[in-house]
Nanobody, 115 residues
Framework: QVQLVESGGDLVQPGGSLRLSCATS????????MGWYRQAPGKQRDMVATITSGGLTNYADSVKGRFTISRDNAKNMVFLQMINLEPEDTAVYYC?????????WGQGTQVTVSS
């Protein structure tokens, strides 16, 4: 059974930083794309950043230059480093994985940016 477990969400002031982590129950080599998505109250779930098994990354325009996605194949984890956080970044952040095993979501971690 594939499980994705996010952690690292918190309350942070504008301009602050956070690092989100996503741990997988299987080797991440089995996923050809992993990513982070977010959903604010009353809004749809949107892509934030993705990374392929080959290390190619893609970012939403709103986070380019502020967020960095990375993966650690040895630890079977994916990370999202976020700097210069803005109130508009407030949302539940979800880890996503797509591969030969299927399409999977984590349970989400709350990020709140507020003074």
């Amino acid at each position: 059974q594939v499980q994705l477990v996010e952690s690292g969400g918190d309350l942070v002031q504008p301009g602050g930083s956070l690092r989100l982590s996503c741990a997988t129950s299987v080797t991440i080599d089995r996923f050809y794309v992993m990513g982070w998505y977010r959903q604010a109250p009353g809004k749809q779930r949107d892509m934030v950043a993705t990374i392929t098994s080959g290390g190619l990354t893609n970012y939403a325009d709103s986070v380019k230059g502020r967020f960095t996605i990375s993966r650690d194949n040895a630890k079977n984890m994916v990370f999202l480093q976020m700097i210069n956080l803005e109130p508009e970044d407030t949302a539940v952040y979800y880890c996503n994985a797509r591969g030969t095993l299927g399409y999977f979501w984590g349970q989400g971690t709350q990020v709140t940016v507020s003074s």
